[in-house]
């Protein structure tokens, strides 16, 4: 038998008042050598645990062992053998990667010729060899996350824990992260690995679903997904609106759950179907007449919500108050947000190179790309935040280099670290934000109170906006970019660290503004979630290498021996081919 590596024995810790238990009488084991993903909601507690793990937090009751080491009394044993990366990895933005490097290897008493040869064994491992003289800043997320890893390495510990290190990360930069994390695993390190995305899980040897503070399930992925068997269906061959489907779909006692896969609409049974005649009618969901069931693989993502009681359901609150979207007859309905061979120059540097495209009233359009590749540069010059060094921004007509302001009022922006003012109150900032935009006295006062509503701000209204849950952050920032009615709304990485049912909760409101026409752009890493866009473009080396639907990406990259390519396969596929291209010249 595999001797545990980290054990947990009625585990509970209480911040007082009236509050639940954040941790609340767990019990686990962790086996030596393995990956396991810590995986739930927000607010079930994982980072807690990580920090009790840690040493960072005393537990309330219960008790905890690392290596058969308590982490509190046996912290000076455990500080070489237990490596610890919080969401919030403490580089040091204005120092390079070799002074981050050093300034840890002091940390962790690691000296010497033992120093010398960690630093060359980790630079190889994280392939930052060529950037050591780059400040941490100036580093692509991705790479940052690299340089956390390789710092939490130092002293080579036995036991790893790593809370959401790929939040923020492209999926090649994810896919090379684990990757390093699997070898390390190999050598016998032992992982605990928390996060938000379901597909990462899958990947883990041991997976931990955990909410308010217990766990709920546990055990292999593939375990977790075996009683899915006959729950998951797509219906393809749509005529009409995917998201309107998808929303009368929803409403069906049957349906657990749904999302957007392409052209397709993925949805989880409450019971298992034998064949498609088991499936609800399609001609009472108002499919169309080619519509046809199709029988899905079940996934990680699929038990968490069904162990979860279900989705949130399709129906937004927030578009059933927001008006119709209604054009100036001067706008080009085909073209409501432009790019006209878009560039913008740092010095000799090209962030982004002649780019261009079209984005029609009510379409969800999605700009991917790894990190540093020009993909935010162009989001930023169409939203305003960037002046282009050559070409046009366009958005409802309007040149955003040259009237800024006229386009700044009929737009929505929501930041990807979420726009909000910390040290507001939930109050204040609804408050501050409608103001902006010039919404004054009653009107203010009634738009303030139906987002409160449509978002169940209530009881968090006087809670600083630093201090809520993550789900509530994005609801808020979210409520404050949509105040002012806006035409078009922009989202930056928005369900970024955010678990599945928050993540469809947001997108239910965001399918339903554009079924009232308002034209959305979005960028996203998570890519399930670029299946719910019109069409994509694909920024790489500042360029655009592809534009279309999801499908017509994922068919671009199809072939005899991966007929069905998932949307992960087909960014990694299209980059790879793009890197065998040579680099045009600047």
């Known amino acids: 038998m595999i001797q545990a590596a980290i054990e947990v024995v009625d585990l509970v810790k209480s911040f007082g008042g009236a509050a639940p238990n954040a941790i609340d009488a767990l019990t686990t084991e962790v086996a030596a050598g393995s990956i396991t993903g810590l995986v739930g909601p927000d607010g079930a507690g994982k980072t807690t645990l990580?920090?009790?793990?840690?040493?960072?937090?005393?537990?309330?009751?219960?008790?905890?062992?690392?290596?058969?080491?308590?982490?509190?009394?046996?912290?000076?044993?455990?500080?070489?053998?237990?490596?610890?990366?919080?969401?919030?990895?403490?580089?040091?933005?204005?120092?390079?990667?070799?002074?981050?490097?050093?300034?840890?290897?002091?940390?962790?008493?690691?000296?010497?010729?033992?120093?010398?040869?960690?630093?060359?064994?980790?630079?190889?491992?994280?392939?930052?060899?060529?950037?050591?003289?780059?400040?941490?800043?100036?580093?692509?997320?991705?790479?940052?996350?690299?340089?956390?890893?390789?710092?939490?390495?130092?002293?080579?510990?036995?036991?790893?824990?790593?809370?959401?290190?790929?939040v923020g990360v492209d999926p090649i930069s994810r896919r090379e992260l684990w990757k390093m994390v699997r070898e390390l695993a190999q050598g016998g390190m032992t992982v605990l690995w928390s996060t938000a995305y379901l597909d990462e899980a899958e990947l883990c040897d041991d997976v931990r679903l955990m909410n308010q503070g217990r766990f709920i399930a546990s055990g292999p992925p593939r375990t977790l997904i075996e009683g899915l068997q006959g729950r998951c269906w797509q219906i393809a061959g749509i005529d009409g609106s995917r998201r309107a489907l998808l929303r009368r779909a929803l409403r069906l006692p049957q349906v657990m759950d749904g999302a957007l896969q392409g052209e397709a609409v993925r949805l989880l049974l409450r019971e298992p179907?034998?064949?498609?005649?088991?499936?609800?009618?399609?001609?009472?969901?108002?499919?169309?007449?080619?519509?046809?069931?199709?029988?899905?693989?079940?996934?990680?993502?699929?038990?968490?919500?069904?162990?979860?009681?279900?989705?949130?359901?399709?129906?937004?609150?927030?578009?059933?108050?927001?008006?119709?979207?209604?054009?100036?007859?001067?706008?080009?309905?085909?073209?409501?947000?432009?790019?006209?061979s878009l560039t913008k120059r740092f010095g000799d540097f090209y962030a982004t190179q002649d780019v261009s495209f079209r984005v029609r009233r009510g379409e969800i359009f999605?700009?991917?790309?790894?990190?540093?590749?020009?993909?935010?540069?162009?989001?930023?010059?169409?939203?305003?935040?960037?002046?282009?060094?050559?070409?046009?921004?366009?958005?409802?007509?309007?040149?955003?280099?040259?009237?800024?302001?006229?386009?700044?009022?009929?737009?929505?922006?929501?930041?990807?670290?979420?726009?909000?003012?910390?040290?507001?109150?939930?109050?204040?900032?609804?408050?501050?934000?409608?103001?902006?935009?010039?919404?004054?006295?009653?009107?203010?006062?009634?738009?303030?109170?139906?987002?409160?509503?449509?978002?169940?701000?209530?009881?968090?209204?006087?809670?600083?906006?630093?201090l809520l849950p993550l789900g509530f952050k994005q609801r808020l920032a979210l409520a404050c970019a949509v105040m002012h009615e806006p035409q078009l709304l922009f989202l930056d990485e928005p369900t970024s660290g955010v678990d599945p049912v928050t993540r469809r909760e947001f997108w239910s409101h965001i399918n339903g503004l554009a079924d009232r026409g308002v034209t959305v752009m979005v960028t996203t890493h998570f890519m399930d979630e670029a299946e719910y866009c019109d069409r994509m473009a694909l920024i790489y080396r500042g360029r655009m290498i592809a534009l279309g639907t999801p499908d017509a990406l994922k068919a671009s990259v199809a072939t005899a021996e991966r007929p069905d390519p998932t949307m992960e396969d087909a960014f990694i596929e299209l980059i790879v081919r793009a890197d065998a291209l040579p680099r045009l010249a600047a």
């Open 50 to 166: 990580l920090r009790i793990l840690a040493g960072l937090l005393t537990p309330s009751s219960g008790r905890v062992r690392l290596l058969g080491l308590d982490p509190l009394s046996d912290a000076g044993a455990l500080r070489e053998q237990v490596g610890y990366m919080p969401q919030k990895f403490g580089l040091y933005e204005d120092l390079t990667v070799q002074e981050n490097l050093d300034l840890y290897a002091d940390l962790r008493g690691v000296t010497g010729a033992a120093r010398r040869d960690a630093f060359v064994r980790l630079l190889r491992f994280t392939d930052l060899g060529a950037f050591t003289a780059r400040p941490a800043g100036k580093l692509s997320g991705g790479m940052k996350q690299k340089l956390g890893l390789a710092c939490t390495l130092l002293g080579q510990p036995r036991v790893l824990l790593l809370d959401e290190p790929g």
């Open 273 to 340: 179907a034998a064949a498609a005649s088991e499936c609800p009618d399609l001609a009472a969901l108002e499919a169309g007449a080619r519509a046809q069931w199709r029988p899905a693989q079940p996934r990680l993502e699929d038990a968490f919500i069904s162990l979860l009681g279900g989705g949130p359901g399709g129906d937004s609150a927030l578009a059933g108050v927001v008006p119709e979207v209604e054009l100036p007859s001067s706008v080009d309905p085909a073209a409501v947000i432009e790019a006209r």
């Open 366 to 466: 999605g700009l991917l790309g790894p990190n540093g590749a020009g993909k935010s540069t162009t989001f930023k010059m169409e939203c305003g935040l960037l002046k282009p060094s050559a070409g046009q921004a366009l958005v409802l007509g309007i040149d955003l280099k040259t009237s800024p302001m006229q386009a700044r009022q009929r737009l929505g922006y929501m930041a990807q670290k979420f726009s909000l003012y910390k040290q507001l109150t939930v109050r204040q900032n609804l408050v501050f934000f409608s103001g902006i935009y010039g919404i004054e006295g009653a009107v203010q006062q009634a738009r303030i109170a139906q987002m409160v509503e449509v978002f169940g701000l209530a009881p968090h209204l006087d809670e600083v906006s630093d």
